[in-house]
T-cell receptor, first 115, second 117 residues
Framework: NAGVTQTPKFRVLKTGQSMTLLCAQD?????MYWYRQDPGMGLRLIHY???????AKGEVPDGYNVSRLKKQNFLLGLESAAPSQTSVYFC??????????????FGAGSRLTVL | AQKVTQAQTEISVVEKEDVTLDCVYE???????LFWYKQPPSGELVFLIR??????QNEISGRYSWNFQKSTSSFNFTITASQVVDSAVYFC??????????????FGTGTRLTVIP
């Protein structure tokens, strides 16, 4: 019962480098989300997916891309990292029941530093 | 647009004191859900409570209690007889019932609670 697993947990990048964060859930959840957490900003939604093969933009999508090729995985990509993308990234998932009622299950977070 | 305001950035209390964390929200939806999450120093986000917009009954769970008042758009969280283990950042959040049913959560900026032994 791993829940939501994020890899890697920590990463340091140089400006302009690319990387992918992987989120994997083993709960057969339909919905998956990527948030970023910054000091004094709370959590802000980057992208989300309502099912395999679908993605949608959240509040702060610029500079990120996502893919949901498999139901259990939701990838967050940075094509050309910028210092402004230094943050802690959280993945979350939930099942497909009445929207609004569900509780999100969060991963442990991935701390990304862009130099 | 949905918005959640947690005006208290940081609060410090001495152990065994009671403390209330404030949450004020804005939404045009008539049906919505409110949540509280705890983020301890280890960093993970822990679900505490969910409340729907049609249920204004206060709820108590051990030392935790929640006061939901639609008239003032507030969903405040009280910890009674605080303990050091309560030290964490607490987030209030509001669900967005958009057409996709994505249940996007809008988070407040969080309140950092420090309980001093």
């Amino acid at each position: 019962n791993a829940g939501v697993t994020q890899t890697p947990k920590f990463r340091v990048l140089k400006t302009g480098q690319s990387m992918t964060l992987l989120c994997a859930q083993d709960m057969n959840h339909e919905y998956m989300y990527w948030y970023r957490q910054d000091p004094g900003m709370g959590l802000r939604l980057i992208h989300y997916s309502v099912g395999e093969g679908t993605t949608a933009k959240g509040e702060v999508p610029d500079g990120y891309n996502v893919s949901r090729l498999k139901k259990q995985n939701f990838l967050l990509g940075l094509e050309s990292a910028a210092p402004s993308q230094t943050s802690v990234y959280f993945c979350a998932s939930r099942g497909q029941t009445y929207s609004g009622a569900n509780v999100l299950t969060f991963g442990a977070g991935s701390r990304l530093t862009v130099l | 647009a949905q918005k959640v305001t947690q005006a208290q950035t940081e609060i410090s209390v001495v152990e065994k004191e009671d403390v209330t964390l404030d949450c004020v929200y804005e939404t045009r939806d008539t049906t919505y859900y409110l949540f509280w999450y705890k983020q301890p120093p280890s960093g993970e986000l822990v679900f505490l409570i969910r409340r729907n917009s049609f249920d204004e009954q206060n709820e108590i769970s051990g030392r935790y209690s929640w006061n939901f008042q639609k008239s003032t758009s507030s969903f405040n969280f009280t910890i009674t007889a605080s303990q050091v283990v309560d030290s964490a950042v607490y987030f209030c959040a509001l669900s967005d019932l958009d057409q996709t049913g994505a249940n996007n959560l809008f988070f407040g900026t969080g309140t950092r609670l420090t309980v001093i032994p």
